[in-house]
Every structure is written in structure tokens, then in C-alpha cells.
């Protein structure tokens, strides 16, 4: 299946991927509230494990995705810490 | 093969095409706990959907992987939601809601959001 071009359609993918990455990254600037850039950082880091995939379709190397579960585990263990800075300092004394 | 590949092409591009949804939601929606209704369901979609989609059209691609990353995501990120949706609810951040706040009398909350409050040196000094 060379003849559909794996590597032009992960370039075109990522290409298209940059919208949400633009989009999170804008929010998590201009966000007014603590919680809100770290919404937009959560989004941000799920389209990285999205990118990640791409990557493996444009370089024909399947290892990528396991780069994906690493990214996807720091997605959820820096999520989980915000949030716990969040509360206890936000509802702290 | 080819139908593979195509089914490929078919579930990168309605990922991406969710991505897309949950990224202008986060930028378009008015409130934290609504950027996080989008950001979440939809994001979760579409990752897990540009997964699947490009290790369909990938040749060689070990079926373990796709599976961990896909279950991974889809256990991790609605906890993660979960627990950050608390910490902005407890944390006082700005809702605007179209009816009274039916977790008023449940959880505690506070009044300011943590951005808008005095630092803690720049507080008033406490009187004796």
C-alpha cells in the first residue's frame, strides 16, 4: 500500500491536528482562571497522545504509540496534582 | 487490506475532526466546568479514534499496544476530569449556571475564585 502515501497522509494529519493544539494552547494563555488553564493543558496533552499516533503513521514506526502511553501517563499524573493544588489551595484557609 | 486501510483513513478523520470540536469548545465555551464537558468527552474520542485510525493503516503494529493506550485513556482521563471538575468547583472558580446551584448546600465552595483573591502578603494584618 505505498502507492497511498502513509507518510503524506500523517503530515497532512498532524498539519490538521495543529488546530486543537492552537486552539487548547490560545485558552491556556488567555484562560482568566487557575481551573481553566488547567483544563486546557489536559486537552492539551490528549491531543500530544493524538500527535503521537500521526507520528508513528509518518514514520512507519509503530513504537511511537508506545511513546503515546507515556505521554498519556504523565497527562494523568500531572492532572491528578493540579487538581490537588487546586483544592487544597483554593479551599484552603 | 485495502478495506482496513480505508476504515483507517475513515476513523483518523473523524478523530481529528472531534480534536477539532473539542478544541474550539474549549476555547468557545464560557466557563471552566464547560471547557471541561468539551475538552473531556470529545478529546477522549477523537485521541483514542486517531489511535485506532492510524494503527489500522500502520502494517506492522503490535495489537497490545493500541489496546493499552485505548484502555488506558479511556480509564485515565474521566478520573482525571473528575477530580479537577471538584477541585474547580470547591476552588470558587466562575460558573455561569441558568438555574441555582443544586450542590450548594453539599459541598463546600468558595466565594472567590483563587485568582481574585489577595495574596497572603498582601493581606490585611490580623488585629489584636
Avoid: C
Amino acid at each position: 500500500m505505498n502507492g497511498l502515501g502513509l507518510p503524506l497522509i500523517g503530515m497532512i494529519a498532524g498539519a490538521l491536528l495543529m488546530v486543537p493544539l492552537v486552539l487548547a494552547a490560545w485558552r491556556m494563555i488567555r484562560g482568566p482562571g487557575v481551573a481553566d488553564r488547567f483544563v486546557a493543558l489536559d486537552m492539551l496533552i490528549g491531543v500530544v497522545v493524538a500527535l503521537t499516533a500521526v507520528v508513528a503513521l509518518v514514520t512507519g514506526r509503530g513504537a511511537f504509540l508506545d511513546i503515546g502511553v507515556g505521554v498519556a501517563l504523565v497527562n494523568f499524573v500531572a492532572t491528578v496534582a493540579l487538581s490537588a493544588f487546586l483544592e487544597r489551595k483554593g479551599s484552603g484557609k | 487490506m485495502i478495506v482496513l486501510q480505508a476504515l483507517g483513513l475513515v476513523m483518523l478523520l473523524v478523530g481529528i475532526g472531534f480534536l477539532v470540536l473539542a478544541g474550539v469548545g474549549v476555547a468557545r465555551l464560557p466557563d471552566a466546568l464547560q471547557r471541561m464537558h468539551a475538552s473531556t468527552k470529545a478529546g477522549t474520542l477523537g485521541a483514542s479514534l486517531v489511535v485506532i485510525g492510524s494503527a489500522l493503516m500502520l502494517p506492522d503494529i503490535r495489537l497490545s499496544s493500541v489496546a493499552f493506550i485505548i484502555a488506558f485513556l479511556l480509564v485515565t482521563l474521566p478520573v482525571a476530569a473528575q477530580l479537577l471538575a471538584r477541585a474547580a468547583y470547591k476552588s470558587g472558580a466562575r460558573l455561569n449556571l441558568s438555574r441555582e446551584d443544586p450542590l450548594a448546600n453539599v459541598i463546600g465552595r468558595q466565594a472567590t475564585p483563587l485568582e481574585e483573591r489577595p495574596a497572603p502578603e498582601e493581606r490585611e494584618p490580623r488585629q489584636n
